[in-house]
């Protein structure tokens, strides 16, 4: 049913698409939108096109990147030694946030979960264990969330580890069952990370 004029209607089903974005925000965002001066609404636009095509997958850890080497994989005080692996992205802002670890990361982009028929070849799995081969490394973490897709996952990926002789650990359970690591706060991070057990 059309309320407003056929193009505000399409913006808003655009913005309604977008997670956690309910009718009446859609609504609330589209009005701003169009409240928007042209050169606002242009940079708003540019952003998004941008952001699209120029972002980059870091060849070594898969996290978002603006070069073909990411900021973290591409400095030369992080430890070598130790992979930090998380689903997401927004895992390494988190992890980042505490200021607690210096080592490396591995993004997975999601987890397995046969509910949603994720299977493990769909995530960077190989990507990982290719870096396995590096004989600095010395350490594992497994930081998927605490969720069962999340568990599900750390066991998977242990067991593929294990035959290359390199210590696997799995971050604390000081993380709220179910939680999300990008949501904890910094002590609950640190906390999980110094309290992490060998698989
Ligand atoms: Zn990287």
Do not use: W
Not at 32 to 52: C, G, R
Request: glycine share 6%; aromatic share 4%; net charge negative.
């Amino acid at each position: 049913m059309q309320h407003f004029s056929n193009h505000i209607d399409i913006l808003i089903e655009q913005f309604a698409k977008l997670p956690g974005i309910g009718r009446k925000t859609a609504q609330r965002l589209a009005f701003h939108v169009i409240n928007l001066s042209q050169e606002e609404v242009q940079e708003l636009a540019d952003a998004v096109v941008n952001a699209k095509e120029n972002i980059m997958y870091c060849q070594q850890c898969c996290n978002i990147a603006d070069s073909s080497l990411c900021s973290i994989c591409g400095n030369p005080s992080r430890d070598s030694a130790i992979i930090c692996v998380v689903e997401d992205p927004r895992d390494v802002a988190a992890l980042e946030r505490s200021r607690e670890y210096r080592g490396k990361y591995h993004v997975l982009h999601g987890t397995i979960s046969p509910m949603d028929s994720i299977t493990p070849d769909m995530l960077k799995i190989k990507e990982l264990i290719k870096r396995l081969a590096d004989t600095e490394l010395q350490e594992v973490i497994l930081a998927t969330n605490p969720t069962i897709d999340g568990e599900a996952t750390a066991m998977y990926i242990a067991r593929l580890i294990k035959p290359f002789g390199i210590k696997v650990t799995r971050i604390a359970h000081g993380l709220p069952v179910g939680g999300d690591i990008e949501y904890a706060d910094d002590v609950t991070i640190s906390k999980a990370l110094e309290g992490r057990r060998e698989l």
